[in-house]
């Protein structure tokens, strides 16, 4: 496995600071003489060119300018947007609540064909019904100290969710057995989630299966991650959201994801599983 998620960001910014720093020296430039040319202070140039400070998009285009490639600023400021949207804080994607970031990812659910889900810790949303997805984004927004929009977000939330019955879109979704006792919700909205996922693994776009309690591990728990075709794997932790575009990374999710199939429950074994939970229940 990958030693670290954020090796693609970091990658990708270790990437336009030695871009830079190739600039100023084609330009025969020193650090501080590009900081003059720049009007920043003297470390300025120093903490960008080694990857301590990632540039703004002014910052690029002064650089650019004061080592007469303006032409380079529009490839390496797109370069620098794409390395920011890799490792996005939730209290900067939910500064204005939750609502916004669902509404935003609806275009890359639309476009994506097969979706590969690994789900060691809740229902994968595409999945979770109304009241299921209310309790978890009530606590998400209550332990990030977030506006409360909980209700619009919910309702974004199953709009994006369509795309499970509309269109031609495949779903391959692995559940740990855990994420069925989990509560984030009160019994009833459990009860009811549980029941929804008997219903959905009888649609034929859809592929769920189940790791059991069990299973003798090849590869250990992870935490979740969702990839769109074999373009982009999100990766959810506690603080970020970190998106893998490098196709080494992208290509070893994706072995991890063949690999944990291999341990997982389908069909009657399956729906056994969630029975089971489901009887905890009451």
């Known amino acids: 496995m990958a030693t670290s998620p954020l090796s693609s960001a970091r990658a990708a910014r270790a990437k336009i600071a030695e871009r830079l720093k190739q600039a100023m020296l084609d330009a025969g430039l020193s650090g501080l003489e590009l900081a003059d040319r720049c009007g920043w202070h003297k470390s300025k140039s120093s903490r960008i060119a080694r990857g301590i400070t990632p540039p703004s998009d002014d910052d690029i285009r002064a650089w650019c300018d004061a080592c007469g490639v303006p032409e380079l600023a529009a490839d390496l400021i797109a370069a620098s947007r794409t390395a920011d949207s890799m490792y996005v804080e939730w209290r900067q994607l ?155 990374e992208i290509r070893t999710y994706l072995r991890a994801f063949h690999q944990l199939s291999r341990h997982a429950l389908r069909g009657a074994a399956a729906r056994s599983r969630i029975t089971r939970a489901l009887d905890t229940l009451g």
Not at 146 to 171: I, K, Y
Not at 210 to 235: G, H, K, S
């Open 94 to 248: 939910h500064r204005d609540g939750l609502r916004q970031v669902h509404a935003k990812t609806t275009p890359l659910y639309q476009r994506t064909r097969t979706f590969r889900v690994y789900a060691s810790n809740l229902v994968p949303g595409m999945l979770q019904t109304a009241e299921y997805a209310t309790g978890l984004l009530r606590s998400i927004t209550t332990f990030q100290g977030t506006p409360d929009d909980v209700e619009r977000a919910v309702e974004a939330r199953l709009a994006r969710s369509r795309v499970v019955f509309e269109g031609d879109h495949g779903f391959a979704l692995l559940l740990e057995e855990a994420v069925l006792y989990y509560r984030v919700c009160d019994d009833e909205a459990m009860a009811a989630q549980l029941r929804a996922l008997l219903s959905l693994m009888v649609r034929p776009n859809v592929s769920l299966g189940i790791i059991p309690f069990e299973a003798r591990r090849t590869v250990w728990p992870l935490e979740a991650f969702y990839a769109f075709d074999e373009d982009m794997v999100a990766v959810e932790t506690l603080t970020a959201e970190i998106n893998v575009s490098s196709p080494g």
